[in-house]
């Protein structure tokens, strides 16, 4: 048995990566392996041992590297990032694809800097259940594939036991991978990066313009779900927007809870740069960036790259009234939808009210319940949902399937990841295997788990999230 390697990233030229293996860590000992994901990469979960998983023994077919890549971090460019605490194991070609599998926490790399090159428990399992959280919402996302504690402690604020984990991604290329490229002037890596990218992503484009455009478009629908969630991503630098299209490091992200369009958990986000609301502009920059990128490329094309990137705010405005007619029910488009959201959201902004419970009652509001009215008790709510329940009149069955894909039950809680870390921190994983089971099935009734659904007490509720790298 072996897993099917095949590492098309490794191929590369020399200067797109070090070769670095996994430095070995003390006692490797598993907490999750995701036999599911496994299966669909065509992976034997039996060869997934704690070794493997900890980098203490690199599998056959593998070829372990460091990337290289650059970013724009608050606003400011640093010329080189890169893995500094990841290592790509290699790609699988398998049944649903081809992916990259990555030990994150993998030990010191050229590209650390000052870091240690590992991880703490807590955001190992803060990634693996957002991550898988995310990918049962629907929304494209890496994965977990495993998490091992090391057997190490790692120096924090405090010190932490040590982790590894096995992230899946359709690819780890990001937006500050082509920016790399291009700080260097380095015309021909651009050219290799964007066939690459091509090949791999986006087979349909045939240059830095179609390519351009369809990556314009995934980010935009992958904002908005986002958004429909109430996902705050956190740290969207450009080293951390992917080029394919997947949410990608899960730092200090976290759903909100009560609606506010400003809202921010980020400890490092003071001005609110990335905020609930801010992200699709913040994307918008990012891209803008990436087309900065393609320039070089672009022959006597550049305008085509400035009219594509200039597309993103109406596909960002039309993804964004898609994915919150479903919230609503909305079958058939009229022209005040998107006038029709925003009220709403005004409404609940003023009320504070709790934005997953909100269109949890507002859905069972159609199946009968009139619960919603107690969660926001204004005369313009009373207005605005007698002009929700004129415009959604009819076809009941069909809308109440649409509600009830596009608002889900169950979501990350704030309080339940920090459950789930606390625990994690003394070697208790009884909380967050519980919590995984929970949001494994988001939008499924799960009278036994109702507890999952509520919003933090003022006791539990988490007002800021870190990196905690
Ligand atoms: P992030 O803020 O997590 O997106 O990471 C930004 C950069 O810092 C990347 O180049 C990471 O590889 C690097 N980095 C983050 N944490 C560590 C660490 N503990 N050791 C080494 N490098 C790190
Ligand atoms: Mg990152």
Known sequence: ?????????????DRFYVAQPPVPVAAPAIIAVNEGLAQALGIDPAMLTAD??????????ASPLAAAYAGHQFGGFVPQLGDGRAVLLGEVDGPSGRFDIQLKGAGRTPFSRGGDGRAAVGPVIREYIVSEAMHALGIPTTRALAAVTTGEVVHRETDLPGAVLTRVASSHIRVGTFQYFYARQDQEGLQALTDHVIA??????????????????RQATLIAQWMAVGFIHGVMNTDNMAISGDTIDFGPCAFMEGYHPDTVFSSIDRNGRYSWINQPKIAHWNLSQLATCLVPLAGGKVDELQTTLNRFPDL??????TAFSRKLGLIETQDDDSEMIGAL??????????????????????????????????SVFTDWMDRWVERTSGETKAR?????????????RNHRVEEAIVAANSGNYAPFQKLNAVLARPFDEQPENAAYETPATKDEEVHVTFCGT
């Not at 048995?1 to 030229?13: E, G, H, K, Q, V």
């Not at 493997?52 to 077919?61: Q, R, S, T, Y």
């Not at 959201?345 to 507002?362: C, E, K, N, P, S």
């Open 1 to 13: 048995m072996t897993i099917p390697f095949d590492n098309s990233y490794a191929r590369l030229p």
């Open 52 to 61: 493997i998983l900890a980098g203490n023994e690199v599998p056959k077919g």
């Open 200 to 217: 791999r992503h986006y087979p349909d484009a045939d240059g830095p313009v179609t390519l351009l455009s369809a990556i314009i478009e």
């Open 316 to 321: 960002f405005d039309a993804a964004f009234v």
């Open 345 to 378: 959201l005004r409404i609940l902004a003023d009320a504070g009210v709790d934005f997953t419970l909100f269109f949890r009652h507002l859905t069972a509001f159609l199946g009968g319940s009139d619960h919603v009215q107690t969660l926001v008790d204004t």
């Open 400 to 412: 109440l399937a649409l509600m009830r894909a596009a608002n889900p039950i169950f979501i990350p």
